[in-house]
């Protein structure tokens, strides 16, 4: 079955990094799309950004660009979300989603900034 795992959130100081990654399994990850995504207590559900399949088209959301970026390594089925420059407003859970007919996401990851 479909299943993705997001890794590599915590705690980190405004102005710090983190690497997220997202581990896939149960499909043809080189064939799908990959998209990120984050939800912030209280608020809406934010898109992040969408890698293509190849990893050539890579598409990222205006609130985040220039600080996040997105890569994949097919030969791992693993995605991943660069952030850096990080404020405190980043923080929340974030998620990789997939389209396999439906969407899938995993159980996220929770990324806190604050000092």
């Known amino acids: 079955q479909v299943q993705l795992v997001e890794s590599g959130g915590g705690l980190v100081e405004p102005g710090g990094s983190l690497t997220l990654s997202c581990a896939a399994s149960g499909f043809a990850f080189s064939n799908f799309d990959i998209r990120w995504y984050r939800q912030a207590p209280g608020k809406e559900r934010e898109w992040l950004g969408i890698?293509?399949?190849?990893?050539?088209?890579?598409n990222i959301g205006l609130s985040v660009k220039g600080r996040f970026t997105i890569s994949r390594d097919n030969g791992k089925n693993t995605a991943y979300l660069q952030m850096n420059s990080l404020k405190p407003e980043d923080t929340g859970v974030y998620y990789c989603y997939v389209r396999v007919g439906i969407d899938y996401r995993g159980q996220g990851t929770q990324v806190t900034v604050s000092s």
């Open positions: 890698i293509s399949g190849t990893g050539t088209i890579i």
